[in-house]
């Protein structure tokens, strides 16, 4: 194998966040969007957890990073202020020592339930943070059989590293076929989101519109805007509060069976489920809050009128995609690579509904108008905007206003379609989240063959039960299927 100091250069511009082979990359700045992800409110962390179907071996893992992650500079390289010039930060490849990175901790499996064992080690990451001496990532490998996972693997990367969808693909790149080693998993190819916007007169207006509203509700929601203070609602400073993760799986096929039924896509109906099991919560929260007793699910003790938004982010360069990424890794092919995303400001209708289909209804209006804008390019835009003229500083507090301004973030990923191996053992599932920003709660859903998962990242101070949540976002998908069941039989008995 070759030294990292051979690899082939990588180059792209520094403006695009691109990245470079080692000897490229050394001396190279962190672009502004990496940068971004130092300052106050926007220091956030990936984490990501990997079920394994078998005991996991750290020798094995090991040698596969040796051969797949280190050969990623970003991966390989401090984040260093360069105090010279101005105190600007540049990438500097160092020689990296695994078991620095790679950590097995002893966990006592008569400390309590295996599940509960696990969730407090992985609330206690989000306690501490990874000093800068050191690459930015590590992986701790959890030898406890829980009731989905023989074993468990958490990554810990930071966000300056590279965007959500640049690391999933990164990793899945590190994976195999669990059924063939030889075949690199396979993953659903995500569209643009205003690829399928007709070229009449009438979409373009609707495409004008709906661009002007986005970017106006931004800009409204970073100067004084705010969503209504709920039970979701974090205080000031909930970025520097430990995080409990939660993750909830359910089946893909009902999932498709309401996206067949309804003829939309899988995100709306996951945004229909969210929305749901979000007023289902807070409906029960406002009823406790009155203290009223014989209270019920079915009446309503929601307030009129909740602002209650999501920051949803989208990726808006298309994926590089896993294959390139392993030829990178193996060739050192170019590539581009970093954080290039931006985010729509996505509402939420909280309210109880007599027919649960009118959730996903609603989402799917709000997502299509959302599909009918240019609103997340606008947002990456006027970030760097503000970051070329003001600085990262100035960038830095629009979104730690528009972040706090709002309730959670959101975020709908497609994972892959088949069992894959990572670093040589089977994975069971794949629930990745953040935590640091300065929101209460994200909520991202990942699929992985037929199955979906809900990963709740909840701060326990504002929300201390986000077991409650999950069991909402079931109870909330068994009413949509439910009610999509009853509308087929009923137009079967009248035919």
């Known amino acids: 194998m070759p030294g990292l100091r051979n690899l082939k250069c990588i180059r792209d511009t520094a403006k695009e966040g691109g990245w470079t082979g080692h000897d490229a990359l050394e001396e190279q700045p962190l672009s502004p969007m990496a940068r971004l992800f130092h300052e106050p409110g926007s220091n956030v962390y990936i984490i990501s957890m990997l079920g394994s179907t078998t005991k996991i071996y750290p020798d094995v893992v090991k040698a596969n990073l040796e051969h797949t992650l280190l050969m990623h500079p970003r991966f390989s390289s401090l984040q260093v202020v360069d105090k010279e010039n101005g105190g600007e930060m540049k990438w500097v490849p160092v020689k990296v020592n695994l078991d620095n990175h790679v950590i097995v901790p002893e966990l006592n499996p008569n400390m309590g339930p295996p599940d509960k064992i696990v969730e407090d080690y992985i609330s206690n990451l989000s306690k501490t943070t990874i000093p800068k001496s050191r690459p930015l990532w590590d992986l701790h490998l959890l030898n406890i059989k829980t009731s989905d996972a023989e074993a468990l693997g958490v990554f810990r990367i930071h966000h300056s590293i590279g965007d959500g969808m640049s690391l999933m693909s990164l990793l899945l790149a590190c994976c195999v076929k669990a059924s063939n080693p030889q075949a690199l998993p396979t993953i659903p190819v995500m569209k643009s989101s205003t ?202 507090v629009l979104n730690y206003k528009v972040f706090s301004n709002t309730t959670l973030w959101f975020s709908n990923v497609p994972g892959p379609q088949e069992e894959i191996a990572f670093c040589g053992h089977s994975m069971a599932y794949v629930a990745p989240s953040c935590f640091g920003q300065p929101n209460a709660l994200m909520i991202h859903v990942v699929s992985y063959i037929d199955k979906l998962t809900f990963m709740i990242s909840a701060d326990e101070g504002t929300i201390p039960d986000p077991q409650q949540l999950c069991d909402d976002l079931e109870h909330s998908l068994n009413l949509i299927k439910s009610a999509v069941l009853a509308k087929d039989r009923s137009v079967l008995h009248q035919e």
């Open 195 to 396: 690829s399928n916007n007709s070229r009449g007169f009438w979409s373009v207006i609707q495409l004008v519109w709906n661009t002007i509203v986005g970017v106006l509700m931004f800009v409204a929601t970073a100067l004084f805007l705010k969503d209504t203070k709920t039970p979701l609602k974090g205080s000031r400073g909930v970025e520097n509060n430990p995080r409990r993760f939660i993750h909830r799986t359910v089946g893909l096929e009902d999932v498709k069976l309401i996206k067949n039924a309804m003829n939309i896509t899988i995100n709306d109906v996951v945004v229909g489920v969210t929305q749901a099991a979000l007023s289902r919560y807070l409906n029960r929260k406002y009823g406790e809050i009155r203290k009223e007793k014989g209270a019920t699910e079915k009446k309503n003790y929601l307030p009129n009128n909740i602002r209650l938004r999501a920051t949803f982010f989208i990726n808006i360069r298309p994926s590089v995609g896993i294959h390139a990424l392993f030829d990178m890794m193996k060739k050192g092919t170019k590539v581009r690579w970093g954080n290039k995303i931006g985010y729509v400001l996505l509402p939420f209708t909280i309210a109880l509904r007599d027919d649960p289909l009118d959730y996903v209804r609603e989402a799917k209006s709000v997502i299509d108008q959302k599909k009918a804008s240019f609103e997340s390019v606008c947002t990456y835009i006027i970030t760097k905007l503000i970051i070329k003229f003001f600085g990262i500083k100035a960038a830095g």
